[in-house]
């Protein structure tokens, strides 16, 4: 530990503990001051630790990025779009999940070790319980935009850096996620970061707009700004209602003016309620108007603003984009195939059940896609920009799924929350519960669940009157369900309940659109890679146990691999993928004299030919030292083409 770590230290604890700040010190803003504070009394963290950054595997993050994964295509362009302000200034741009889970990341791939090591990278954990204040814990934990610049953050490894973060919301008001700008180095003063500061919120909002607009395509959307020459192209506040009126949606901005002006939510209230104008009226402030005469003031306060009003599309352009894209099938639905005739058929069905009461039940192998499938079809219907929430009733302790599930009121059993908890069936009223695995849901809760489906109503632990919910439950399971019914382990008026269409996704062994497939997550990592002629024998082979997530794995790999730009080839794939598909691969996809060799034999000349002959390269990708490359071509007979 240097001079200047040993400082700071002491200056975090003692101004931590409300002792003043040692000589020469300056006292930073209340912000960081509070942040310290929680770090040692809360987190219990110590600033002295210099604890290395924590990335997360790539199966951890792949499973943040998954609870997104909508926002996060949305988000991508926005964080590009920012990067090339400061491309070349030394900054690397990181978007987090609510959790402070980085799920993407722009940076110069020349500082990319060093990146990774200071924790500027994709997997990286910028908690603050975790890794104390930063700009994206902190930015956490007091919802506000807010810079984090050298000596301000709390762990003595990081006062390098210098953080500038904001925070996203999404149309409820929830916090979605947080986007970051970070440099490892910068000047010493603080005010340097202001324009940092100003271009992370403008990005933030940009992208928060992005999202709300996707989301209520279908509704009234309000655009509003105090100057009517911007409410068009760049309004402040933007609010959605539904056919009766009422919000249903706001985006930052606006749910902080309008909870201002009433005191409480305004979600479900009545535009009416919220400004001095009548729903009736709402055409007057169409784009037709004069912008100057679109002038609304606020119920309560009286405040001017001028409001751009969108209509939703009538039904008749409504009908004209879906059977411009599908005459039967909804986008949502048709983006899940590439054209495989077995998923075609259930992707069909499905398209009939969109706006049906009917409990839809997905089985299929682990990482077929059950949870793509259902997030699909909450998006192709009336549901959609209402709640998606996802249980995985395998993962959430037997012990705690009833009370996450349920909810409860405060003190309710040993334990409890003493603000009590809102169950998961609850948040999802109005959209979708998605129950993952549920054949593992434990046979005491099954009864309460069936009373969910049954009634339309779940009743917290500890209270005496049921909450009327309106929500649509999509089940699935990699398990033969109706075995576990058997079995007595799953009722079987529940089953019924749930399989009102049970839909069966096939394994990725069986699908005809695999290349499709390929190029499909290639494009939506952002990855400008191709998949070579000859590894695609290769993918075909392999039985894919693991399905669609090891797919992605394999394509995640080879494209770190080859590059921004490359194509994957042979030697591009993982090893344990070309093990297992060796035996597999079709004649045309095999060198002309590998005839007769062992499958190991065969894939280790697959790899020198790819490496054109280069015996260290080889070493390097199998893990092995050069002479046992040497030893396995002796054994097996194998010569570089020049020596024979």
Known sequence: MDRRQRDHVQAVMRLAGNHPAPAGITTPDPLILDSWSRCVHQHGLDPARLQEAVILPNQRVREHQERIEEFLRIARHGLEAM?????????????????????????????????????????????????????????????????????????????PLTCTAAPLYDPLGR???????????SPQAKSGQHLALQLVKVYAQRVENANFLCCFRSDWVLKLHPSPEFVEISPDHLVALDDAGRIVGHNRAAQLMLEGEHGSTVLGLPFEQLFNARLADLGRFLRAMPGDRRAVTLARSGRVLFLHAVPPPSRWHQASAQAAADPAVPPALARLSGGDPLLDRQIQRAARLVDTPVSVLLTGETGSGKEYFAKALHEAGQRRGKPFVAVNCAAIPETLIESELFGHLPGSFSGALLKGKTGLIQEADGGTLFLDEIGDMPLALQARLLRVLAEREVLPIGATRALKVDVRVIAATHADLPAVVRAGRFRDDLYYRLAGAHLVLPPLRQRRDLPWLVHKLLREAGRRVQLGPDAEPWLRAHLWPGNLRELKNVIDYASAMVGDGGVIGVADLPDALLSAAAQAVPADGQAPDSAGLPPEARLLLQYLRAARWN????????????????RRMKRWGIREPERR
């Open 175 to 185: 916090l979605n996620a947080i986007l970051d700008i970070s440099a490892l180095t």
């Open 615 to 630: 015996i260290s390269a080889v070493a390097h990708q199998l893990g092995v030292a050069r002479m046992t490359v040497y």
């Open 83 to 159: 990067y090339q302000q400061v491309a070349g200034m030394g900054y690397c741009v990181l978007l987090t999940d609510a959790r402070g889970i980085t799920v993407d990341f722009i940076g110069d791939l020349q500082l990319d070790t060093t990146l990774r090591r200071a924790g500027l990278y994709l997997g990286s954990d910028w908690s603050e319980h975790h890794a104390g204040t930063c700009g994206v814990g902190t930015a956490i934990a007091t919802g506000q935009a807010l810079t984090v610049h050298q000596g301000d953050h709390f762990d003595a490894t990081h006062i």
